[in-house]
């Protein structure tokens, strides 16, 4: 498999505190990554660092092989890397169709375009674009629905759909679970399943369920450095990361 | 492009050009001279460049005056130096709209990193600059006394020269007046108005004004769908920029003269009084607001002093009392829709982020 995302040595700090340090860490192509560690541990800032909105202060980012830890996160998003926020990020005054159009749109346009004249709605391909990625988060009931009337749950599947729009290599999900309710959550698990075999997925979750059900493999972090790395079953395994995450629990509670 | 919007395009042409043809005369029935009616049309498109910032981008620029008084000066000094045996209109125009691009290219590539009060201060400091640096400059411009007896501009149209300030044959029409009060200047700055109201019409409908529109309403988000909102908000500053140095150089020809204070703060404050007393993200909102705040001062200081005062009230009333504008709240009340309600709000809010 090759090497879609890694980092070497990959850092922030603000001011003295370390929120991340000498971070190595490598996702395949068509992998599905989980991201997991107690609060605090630098999962987030991490992510940012990944998606741009966060400048590192050491290491190097390498996408397909390129440094782009200097590039911003448009850019970025343009070469393939998108996310979806722990709060859902959404345009609340729009549908939620044209919030999957604007994300269309800007794939197909480009980071800038003087089209002062012309309008969007005939670019067949940004609705193409945009109603696959409805399509794909179960959203087609509430195409049409304004954004910020969603319930929560379809707030934060529609804050994919956005990043999905990008028709990303990679998606960033942070705890794309987070606030929903069991059924919401199941729901939402087996679409990141569906996702994760046509794309790379790299997901950031507290709940440990979802984790160890769907993810290919697992880096633990801990105060902002990699505690381990491997299968859902080693880490499980793992001595350290039961000391570290539960404080020494039994695997079963690690488990469930 | 479907058959029902073309429809609304033509009701846009039609509805506005008759309100243009009719509206020195209405004008007149109220005490309004034809040549204030010509003044609120030219300053009406300053007022629509400084909206699109405002209403479409969320950026309160405090230094509008820059490309206003700028567009004056520059107008005025293509003429004095460059053509003074053949002033010719077109070219003072385009000239000092170019010109005021150029100028807000430069000015915005600074501000439109910043928000909020610092924006607005970044502008207002740069306008600070532009009036000091014309009222030294007392060689082109003569400073404090400005420049007047300047040629007056033709505009060449085919084989003809025309002199805007020919008046239109004379025919009584009572209460309106005389057809005679109207000069071409009249029937020019409404061409020139109208032509700006389509532009802007496309584009707040365009891909252009899409996008601005996202950027406005969350720009993190855009910037991570892959937008990149400085390049936008540099390029509505300069489309601003433009309009209102238009706007200042079509004052200046008209008027005859330029003055420092078409630089000043109290210009710049002007176009923040019209587009919110007209109605911010309304097309016609810095129109309406343009021309009942000129009309109103010309009549009202003809007879009181406190004037400012007066001006004062209206716009804190309007805020308060009606913040979607004059237009925000009689569209609000003819569609039903109480949606403009929150504009304001959103343009403020979005400002001050951040």
Request: aromatic share 8%.
């Amino acid at each position: 498999m090759t090497t879609l995302l890694e980092t070497k040595g990959l850092g922030k700090s603000f001011g003295r505190f370390a929120a991340n340090a000498d971070i190595d860490f490598s996702v395949a192509q068509g992998e599905l990554r989980a991201v997991i560690g107690p609060n605090g541990a630098g999962k987030t800032t991490f992510f940012n660092m990944l998606s741009g909105t966060t400048a590192a202060t050491s290491g190097t980012i390498y996408f397909k092989g390129d440094d782009i830890t200097r590039l911003s996160g448009t850019r970025r998003v343009h070469l393939g890397i998108a996310k979806a926020f722990q709060t859902a990020n959404i345009y609340p005054e729009q549908t939620v169709r044209q919030n999957c159009r604007l994300a269309a749109l800007a794939h197909t346009q480009g980071t800038f375009a003087l089209e002062i004249l012309r309008r969007s709605d005939r670019l067949t391909d940004v609705d193409t674009l945009a109603e696959r990625a409805i399509e794909q988060l179960e959203l087609s009931s509430v195409a049409g629905v304004r954004s910020g009337d969603l319930a929560h749950g379809d707030k934060k599947r529609l804050d994919i759909a956005i990043a999905l729009a990008t028709e990303p290599e990679i998606l960033l999900l942070d705890e794309p679970v987070a606030g929903m309710s069991r059924d919401e959550a199941r729901k939402t698990e087996a679409l990141v399943r569906k996702l994760a075999s046509s794309m790379t997925v790299l997901i950031i979750e507290h709940d440990m369920d979802l984790i160890m059900g769907i993810s290919d493999s697992i880096t633990v972090l801990e105060a902002g450095r990699v505690l381990a790395s491997g299968t859902p079953a080693e880490i499980r395994a793992n001595q350290r990361v039961q000391d570290a995450y539960l404080g020494g629990h039994s695997e079963a509670e690690i488990d469930g | 492009m479907t058959g029902a919007t073309r429809g609304s395009d033509v009701r846009f042409a039609l509805l506005t050009s008759i309100v243009l043809a009719v509206f020195p005369f209405a004008f007149h029935a109220i005490d309004g001279y034809a040549g204030l009616a010509t003044q609120i049309l030219i300053v009406s498109i300053a007022s629509i460049g400084f909206n699109l910032l405002l209403g479409y981008t969320g950026l309160l620029s405090y230094g509008h005056a820059m490309f206003y008084g700028g567009g004056g000066y520059v107008a005025a000094i293509l003429l004095i130096r460059l053509m003074p045996d053949h002033p010719n209109l077109w070219l003072a125009v385009i000239g000092a709209t170019l010109a005021a691009t150029i100028l807000a290219l430069l000015v915005g590539a600074l501000a439109v990193r910043l928000y909020g009060i610092y924006f607005a201060l970044l502008t207002l400091a740069f306008a600070q600059m532009v009036f000091f640096i014309v009222e030294q400059a007392k060689d082109w411009t003569s400073g404090d006394d400005g420049l007047q007896s300047f040629p007056n501009a033709l505009l060449p149209l085919g084989p003809y020269n025309v002199d805007l300030g020919t008046a239109l044959p004379s025919v009584p029409l009572g209460p309106f007046g005389n057809l005679a009060d109207i000069k071409l200047w009249y029937i020019f700055a409404a061409l020139v108005l109208f032509c700006v109201l389509l532009l802007m019409r496309a584009l707040t409908r365009s891909q252009f004004g899409e996008v601005l529109t996202a950027i406005r309403e969350n720009e993190e988000r855009s910037s991570l769908v892959g937008f990149n909102a400085a390049a936008y908000r540099l390029a509505a500053f300069a489309i601003s920029g433009a309009l209102t140095g238009l706007s200042g150089s079509l004052r200046a020809l008209y008027d005859g003269t330029v003055a420092v204070e078409s630089l000043g703060i109290d210009r710049s404050g002007s176009f923040v009084i019209y587009t919110i007393v007209g109605g911010v993200q309304a097309l016609f909102g810095p129109v309406v607001g343009s021309a009942v705040i000129m009309y109103l001062e010309s009549v009202l200081s003809a007879h009181i002093s406190y004037w400012r005062l007066v001006e004062g009230v209206i716009f804190v009333a309007v805020i308060i009392f009606l913040p979607a504008g004059i237009v925000g709240t009689l569209s609000e009340r003819f569609s039903g829709r109480a949606k403009s309600r929150a504009l304001l709000v959103q343009t403020v809010r979005a400002d001050s982020g951040k």
